[in-house]
């Protein structure tokens, strides 16, 4: 067996070198249930969380969203970096709401516009989006739970030996955006004043943020952002001019 294989599937959680059982079952050649059994019935063997513990649903679903250097803002954390391999895993969602505004050009020829054939379209557009993120954070290496100043944006769990972690509420931020819009496309003339529309539009937002919130959400600390996002959309559907 490789050593470099073994060394990829050892990762660090709560401060401890560990390995994922389905993974240590491949190493072996064997199921995971098996694996499982075989724990189960030498269980005297692997008491305490020295030897095996449970991850929670936010630290497996937790992976880095950026690689390199993540900018803290709304507050200075010495020693904490966010990034490929230090600090905290992220698992979130991101859920955005546009009204807007659009204008649209046709390229034809003449007065009068063409039916049963394709009809090129650029539009342009202003709108308000509602970004609504919500955070997952997960203290994969245990350095943020020695901050004094998070622990009101978590649970403190204490481990068998003593040593304690914060298990962060899951954490809801909504942020305000003027939008721009672009589309791109052709429309179809099926009557008069009836079109059937095909395209792609772009969505431009200037910033979401993420934040942690306390227990009853009364509190927030901003704790990262994501600067000009770009969403595209296919559009399909009518049109009526009058």
Known sequence: MELQVVNNKIYEIRGR?????????????????????AVRRNIERFEGEDFMFELTESEYNSAPMFEGDLELIGGDI??????????????????TNVISAMAFY??????????????????FGLGYADVTTVLNLADLYGDL????????????????????????????????????????????????????????????????????????????????EAKNIFYTNIMLGLRFEF
């Open 17 to 37: 070198r560990v390995m994922l059982d389905f993974e240590l079952a491949q190493l072996y050649g064997i199921q995971t249930r098996v694996l499982k059994q």
């Open 78 to 95: 010495t020693g904490v970096v966010l990034g490929g391999i230090q600090s905290g895993g992220v698992n979130s969602t991101v859920s």
């Open 106 to 123: 046709d390229f034809f020829e003449g007065y009068q516009k063409p039916l049963n054939q394709f009809i090129p379209y650029i539009g």
């Open 145 to 224: 739970s020695r901050d004094l100043d998070l622990t009101n944006y978590g649970e403190l769990v204490e481990l068998a030996d003593g040593s304690t972690y914060t298990v962060f509420y899951t954490s809801e931020k909504n942020t305000a955006n003027i939008a721009g819009l672009l589309a791109l496309g052709f429309s179809y003339g099926v009557a008069d004043g009836v079109y059937l529309d095909g395209g792609v539009r772009f969505t431009y937002v200037p910033q979401i943020k993420w934040a942690l919130s306390n227990a009853d959400e009364s509190k927030q600390r901003e704790w990262f």
